[in-house]
């Protein structure tokens, strides 16, 4: 975190960041006392500016903390979640949901800018343009509860996880608009044989034509802000339990016991260091042999690489056997993911 702000962040202390997560889940979201002004993430939403700057954009966002990543209907602007505001917050995040989405710099940049495509297409109302919807698709559509992504389709693009475009023709262009926001973007070369280059060449020409623009809609309502909720974390976890509940890893967990061991030896090697050595000639075989997209098997590899390190593997007995017995047990990941009856939506 920036230096400015990890010092803000010291000098202000919370009753409720000392309390273990049985009382912190009883605390009302109303009473945290977060605001998003003087937090750790007002500097990132300020880097967002400056690359809508640099796209030479007029339009800024306003943004809020809420409870969850949310980008309201006819708002031109969006809410970061309470948990990125604080570090106490974030652990009892991670317990919780097992993971911190947009815990990293680069993971919550890439947030940022899909949530700026969403605040921009409801500040221009971009989607009552008939291009528009002849590109991505009507808005009208209802949205998802789940959907079943074609991970080897090109005619979207790729950058937040789980082929998120592919969900809703909102999503669609505001991960569109993402890819086209980045720094340093080379969408161009990336996207020159895609079918989604032409989404991308839509946004091009649509940022510059609204450019210096002054948007229509200029609301700046903060929906559902923390101060506005009288609810419990206790009852917001459980809510989301039900409703995103992570996926259970028993499965992964016992394949991956049946390659290797908990026990550490002598001259063992980390399971993880050993799935990355392979991953090269592994994602090309895995492919092959599933017919299944790349970047599926990309995502395969990394969930088991990050897997045996949370459970501490070790290779044990002859490293080429290991080596087809992996191949094998990633290759049923691959086809069980290909299989899946859809995926849940996370933003």
């Known amino acids: 975190m920036p230096a400015r702000a990890a010092t803000s962040r010291k000098r ?13 889940l009883d605390v009302r979201f109303c009473d945290l006392g977060l605001t998003l002004e003087g937090s750790p993430l007002a500097d990132y939403v300020e880097r967002l500016y400056v690359e809508l700057a640099r796209r030479g954009l007029s339009f800024r966002p306003h943004c809020w903390l809420g409870e969850e990543w949310f980008s309201p209907d006819g708002v031109p602007g969006f809410a970061l979640p309470f948990y990125l505001a604080h570090p106490r917050l974030r652990l009892l995040e991670r317990r919780m949901m097992r993971e911190v989405e947009g815990g990293n710099r680069n993971w919550f940049m890439r947030i940022l800018r ?8 409801n500040a221009y109302r971009l989607r009552r343009r008939r291009a528009w919807r002849e590109t991505f698709g009507p808005a009208s559509l209802p949205y998802p509860d789940s959907y079943r992504p074609r991970p080897g389709s090109r005619r979207y693009v790729q950058h937040l996880c789980s082929w998120y475009a592919q969900s809703h023709p909102t999503e669609d262009f505001a991960e569109t608009f993402a890819v086209w926001l980045k720094p340093g973007s080379r969408w161009r070369r990336e996207y020159a044989l895609w079918p989604a280059l032409a989404k991308l060449e839509y946004v091009d020409a649509l940022m510059a034509e609204v450019a210096a623009r002054p948007p229509p809609v200029r609301t700046r309502m903060h929906v559902e802000s923390l101060a506005q909720v009288t609810r419990t974390l206790r009852e917001h976890y459980d809510e989301r339990l039900r409703r995103y509940a992570p996926p259970t890893r028993r499965d992964e967990d016992e394949l991956l016991y049946r390659v290797f061991q908990p026990q550490p030896g002598r001259n063992r090697l980390r ?3 050993f799935l990355r050595r392979l991953r090269p000639r592994l994602h090309r075989s895995i492919a092959a042999n599933v017919h299944c997209g790349e970047y599926l098997v990309h ?3 990394r969930a088991a690489i990050q897997r045996a390190g949370e459970l501490r593997l070790y290779v044990a007995g002859d490293p080429r056997r290991a080596a087809g017995e992996v191949e094998k047990i990633l290759a049923r990941l691959a086809r ?3 299989r899946s009856a859809g995926r849940r939506l996370t933003l």
Request: proline share 0%; net charge negative; charged share 35%.
């Open 12 to 24: 202000r202390r919370h009753a409720w960041q000392d309390l273990a997560d049985e009382d912190l």
């Open 114 to 121: 899909h949530e700026a495509g969403h605040a921009l297409d």
């Open 271 to 273: 399971a993880d260091t």
């Open 299 to 301: 995502q395969v590899m």
């Open 336 to 338: 069980a993911f290909e």
